[in-house]
């Protein structure tokens, strides 16, 4: 081994995972409906045609919700926690479910039964000498407050986190350092699909004509909850770490025509606003001015941008999966529709889900955030969907799982390393097999531990270590040399 390939001593090598696609228990010890409980699941060959998860007005009493279910952590997580130990995991990286804290999310009083789950559940992580990282919200905000108050379209949703962030800060901040406001709150980029739509706002039921207004107003309202969550964090205790939490997926020119490479460059200027705005403290011109020619009328204040340049985030934490490519449309404006515009990349091989294996893109990644932000960074998320096979002798032989991680680590190590980035850690998703965010399926698996649990939920819920489990193992071990 190169010794200028070595990583820091304390770098975090953990997992990640989400509240509500593993903790079951959707409607015990006081918790409320989210919007992830009212999603149905959906299925790979609808998602590849362009349908989606269908999202109900209530909780039908038939409808299958693979939320309701995940994989029973709620019960199970001690047992789970023993194994992730074993596994070596330093970090874990999961998110406080908004409905368990604040059922309805307009409460003044939180829910104690919520606030002791996660009490003990930290405790138990820390138990095992496991970091927890928490996302305060990820995907999963109180169904009443998209029903009564239209989601962050209003500012009246601003008050109500910042009575969610700081119950749950005051509670947990003496325990954990690492924490992130809104999940890939950059997804809602694909404004013309209505599932990052309400999964990042809660926006549901309003005219198709709005939808590019009313997603740039919820994000302004979302920056600003933001910062003043970093404010009101460091108020708090002063060794907080606040993120922000950015999905990566790097947009590259089709060609190397000049057009091509400007609509690129547009459209990472506007998939990453929200990591700009976060990390500097400051709208770029272009969007304001793009406001302004389509007549958006967002409403945003001086105070509001106040706010905003104050308090900017101690890091950035971001997901990686996949690259995608673009052409010129054409567009003065550069206008550039994520639904529309990607093409595919022929030098790159696709997931059984359409996503393009893309190491190189997790240092191209790191290298444009940090010549930009000059935030240290943390990868909360990377990993690959796949279908799994039980054996009859308990074994998963997912080579190419291994295959993706080690292409991916390599490329990170360079960027530590070679390019002198500083980064925090890195948590794969998922660890543990869950329940999948876009299509709702257990079929499309991310673990290096197996959960026998089928789309139905049919299944003994028994854990099997996949063999990707002993490879990660040794990566922690050697501190990424062996590979
Ligand atoms: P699933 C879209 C594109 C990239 C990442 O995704 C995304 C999404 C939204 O679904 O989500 C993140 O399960 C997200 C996780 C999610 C994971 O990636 O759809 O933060 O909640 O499970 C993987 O295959």
Redesign the pocket.
């Known amino acids: 081994m190169r010794t200028e390939y070595q990583m820091p001593d304390d770098f975090l090598w953990g997992v990640a995972v ?1 509240a509500h ?1 593993l903790e079951g228990a959707w409607d015990i010890d006081g918790k409320g409906v989210s919007i992830a409980d009212v999603m149905l699941a959906g299925e790979n060959k609808k998602i590849q045609t362009g349908g989606r998860r269908v999202v109900t007005d209530d909780v039908l009493p038939n409808g299958n919700y693979p939320n309701h279910r995940g994989i029973d952590f709620y019960h199970t997580y001690p047992k789970d926690f023993k194994l992730l130990a074993e596994l070596g995991i330093k970090a874990f990286r999961t998110s406080i479910a908004w409905t368990r804290i604040f059922p309805n999310g307009d409460e003044s009083e939180p829910n104690e039964a919520g606030l002791k789950f996660y009490d003990d559940m930290i405790d138990d992580m820390l138990r095992h000498e496991i970091e927890p990282v928490l996302t305060m919200s ?2 999963e905000m109180p169904y009443h407050l998209v029903k009564t108050y239209g989601g962050w379209r209003n500012r009246k949703l601003i008050d109500f986190w910042l009575n969610f962030a700081e119950v749950v800060l005051r509670r947990y901040g003496d325990r954990v350092t690492y924490w992130m406001t809104f ?2 709150i950059n ?1 809602q980029m694909a404004w013309q699909d209505s599932h ?1 739509m309400l ?1 990042n706002s809660g926006l549901k039921d309003y005219p198709s004509d709005q939808a590019e207004r009313l997603m740039y107003q919820a994000s302004h309202y979302e920056l600003v909850a933001s910062a003043l969550t970093t404010k009101l964090a460091h108020e708090i205790n002063t060794e907080l770490q606040i993120g922000c939490m950015i ?1 990566f ?1 790097p947009v590259y020119p089709a060609t190397s025509k000049p057009e091509d490479i400007m609509m690129a460059e547009r459209a990472m200027q506007n998939r990453y606003y929200w990591g700009e705005v976060h990390a500097t403290g400051k709208y770029p011109n272009w969007l304001l001015s793009y406001w302004q020619h389509k007549d958006l009328a967002i409403d945003y204040t001086d105070e509001d941008l106040t706010i905003i340049a104050e308090y900017p985030v101690d890091f950035v934490g971001f ?1 990686y ?1 996949m690259s995608w490519t673009v052409t010129d449309t054409g567009d003065e404006w550069l206008f550039y529709d994520e639904e529309k515009n990607h093409g595919d990349n022929p030098y790159l091989q696709k997931s059984d ?1 359409g996503w393009q294996i893309d190491p190189v893109g997790v240092r191209y990644a790191m290298n444009w955030m940090w010549d930009r932000w000059h935030k240290p960074m943390f990868i909360v ?1 990377n ?1 690959f ?1 796949a279908y799994d096979q039980l054996q009859t002798d308990g074994s998963v032989h997912d080579d190419y799982r291994i295959a993706y991680f080690r292409d991916h680590i390599k490329a990170m190590k360079k960027a530590v390393v070679l390019d002198k980035i500083p980064l925090i850690g890195y948590c794969p ?2 660890g543990i097999d869950i329940v ?4 709702g399926e257990m079929a ?1 698996r ?1 673990g290096f531990i197996y959960v026998d649990l089928d789309d139905l939920g049919h299944g003994t819920g028994m854990r099997y270590r996949k063999d990707s489990f002993a490879w990660y193992q040794q990566v922690i071990q050697s501190n990424g040399a062996v590979l």
Do not use: D
């Open positions: 989400a696609q990820h995907f999940n890939e997804n990052p999964q999905a997926n997901s999966y889900w998320e990993g969907g998703w998922s999948s965010a876009s299509t499309k991310y």
